[in-house]
Nanobody, 120 residues
Framework: QVQLVESGGGLVQPGGTLRLSCAAS????????MGWYREAPGKQRELVAG???????NYADSSQGRFIISRDNAKNTVDLQMNSLKPEDTAVYYC??????????????WGKGTLVTVSS
């Protein structure tokens, strides 16, 4: 299976910044969409930002204007630049990647998550 490893989480004050990174274990692999999701305490996992292989991006309303997602197809990495962080952004952030299995199927892989805590 494809392994996804996240890094960059930590404690930051409101208004601060963090950069999350995610790397796939296999670089010689075609990956379609990649993205970042988050899961706050007591809440469902939700999309933060997504990016296609061609670079098209999609942001949740709460992320728009504050976060920037980017990827490197050669390295199979995806980053999330998080600016102007708010306490409401506190969550475990998960990387995901969609990998094709053939003409009709694909599999979505998830990382183990990295904790982001925004607090003064």
């Amino acid at each position: 299976q494809v392994q996804l490893v996240e890094s960059g989480g930590g404690l930051v004050q409101p208004g601060g910044t963090l950069r999350l990174s995610c790397a796939a274990s296999e670089t010689m692999l075609i990956i379609y969409d990649m993205g970042w999701y988050r899961e706050a305490p007591g809440k469902q996992r939700e999309l933060v930002a997504g990016i296609s292989r061609g670079g098209s991006t999609n942001y949740a309303d709460s992320s728009q204007g504050r976060f920037i997602i980017s990827r490197d197809n050669a390295k199979n990495t995806v980053d999330l630049q998080m600016n102007s962080l708010k306490p409401e952004d506190t969550a475990v952030y998960y990387c995901n990647a969609e990998v094709p299995l053939g003409l009709h199927n694909s599999v979505t892989y998830w990382g183990k998550g990295t904790l982001v805590t925004v607090s003064s």
